[in-house]
């Protein structure tokens, strides 16, 4: 995979049209290397529309800076571009987001104009098959800005192997309210996985409907992990002042089913930051766990 610079954030539908090798049956063999490439738009203005239906749809508040999960979504167009081209290792299709981390350097308004990579990184195993990542950086002129890490799992044959990405290990015991924290049910819609699709462009066929789940192993649509951390954050963020500078690390656990109500529980914050988690509701089955370090 060779460099590439865009004049502009790719159309979806010039992806998808490079998509249906993702429906082909695979061989399901181990991926021994990544593609190299780093995609590029090199002068990026906010879609303002985009912008207001993304903050709609996860809650944040409009205040004229872009949020500090944004710009995971814009990437994601840059992401399946590449994941399309002959070269990827992995099916597009099924493919499952298990962690994401992202870092704001400092207030970034929603009128300023950045440049935009991702490349392809950090190949390891994991017990139910391969992991990766996607590492995304944004700049205004020559100041770093924004950073990103999704990190997705191709789901192959079972491995004996016994790795960090293991689901047996053991999980935290479930966060209980605290005073001075968040503790909130939010009730999540069936149709949430496609309206989000359609405002980031992610159609994982995991997220859009019950039927096209199952073909992945899933009983119902699953909501988008970006969605989840999104909106949690949206919610912490109207509760506190979240300093300029910070970074947002999450790790997704359980799926969430379409439709769910779900709790989402932090501790108060202190000079580090803030934990974070989503459960079920009225269980301690976790759907994410989650820290906002303050920087």
């Given at each position: 995979m060779s460099d590439l610079q865009f004049q502009e954030l790719p159309k979806l539908h010039t992806t998808y049209a490079n998509v249906i090798k993702s429906l082909l049956p695979s061989a399901d063999n181990k991926a021994t290397s990544l593609p190299s490439g780093v995609y590029t738009?090199?002068?990026?203005?906010?879609?303002?529309?985009?912008?207001?239906?993304?903050?709609?749809?996860?809650?944040?508040?409009?205040?004229?800076?872009?949020?500090?999960?944004?710009f995971a979504v814009l990437s994601?167009?840059?992401?399946?571009?590449?994941?399309?081209r002959h070269d990827f290792p992995f099916a597009m299709l099924g493919l499952v987001h298990i962690a994401n981390s992202v870092v704001q350097h400092r207030?970034?308004?929603?009128?300023?104009?950045?440049?935009?990579?991702?490349?392809?990184?950090?190949?390891?195993?994991?017990?139910?098959?391969?992991?990766?990542?996607?590492?995304?950086?944004?700049?205004?002129?020559?100041?770093?800005?924004?950073q990103g890490v999704s990190t997705y799992l191709s789901r192959q044959k079972k491995s004996k192997q016994r790795t960090a990405g293991d689901t047996k290990q053991l999980v935290a015991a479930k966060m209980q309210p605290v005073a001075g924290g968040v503790a909130q049910e939010i009730v999540i819609d069936e149709d949430?996985?496609?309206?989000?699709?359609?405002?980031?462009?992610?159609?994982?066929?995991?997220?859009l409907h019950p039927l096209s789940a199952r073909a992945f192993g899933f009983p119902r649509a699953i909501a988008h992990g970006m969605w989840t951390k999104a909106r949690?954050?949206?919610?912490?963020?109207?509760?506190?002042?979240?300093?300029?500078?910070?970074?947002?690390?999450?790790?997704?656990?359980l799926p969430v089913f379409l439709p769910s109500t779900?709790?989402?529980?932090?501790?108060?914050?202190?000079?580090?930051?803030i934990e974070f988690a989503m459960y079920a509701k009225n269980s301690d089955k976790t759907h994410l766990l989650g820290t906002i370090a303050f920087l």
């Open positions: 738009v090199q002068k990026l203005a906010i879609d303002q529309s985009n912008l207001r239906e993304y903050r709609k749809i996860c809650g944040f508040v409009d205040d004229g800076r872009v949020p500090a999960t944004y994601q167009t840059l992401q399946m571009n590449m994941m399309a207030v970034i308004f929603d009128t300023e104009t950045v440049s935009m990579s991702v490349r392809l990184d950090n190949l390891q195993p994991h017990d139910k098959g391969q992991q990766f990542d996607f590492i995304t950086t944004v700049s205004v002129a020559d100041e770093l800005v924004w949430i996985g496609r309206r989000y699709a359609f405002v980031s462009g992610d159609f994982n066929l995991i997220h949690s954050l949206a919610i912490i963020s109207r509760q506190y002042a979240l300093p300029a500078a910070f970074r947002v690390d999450v790790s997704f656990k779900v709790e989402l529980i932090s501790d108060e914050p202190c000079q580090l930051g």
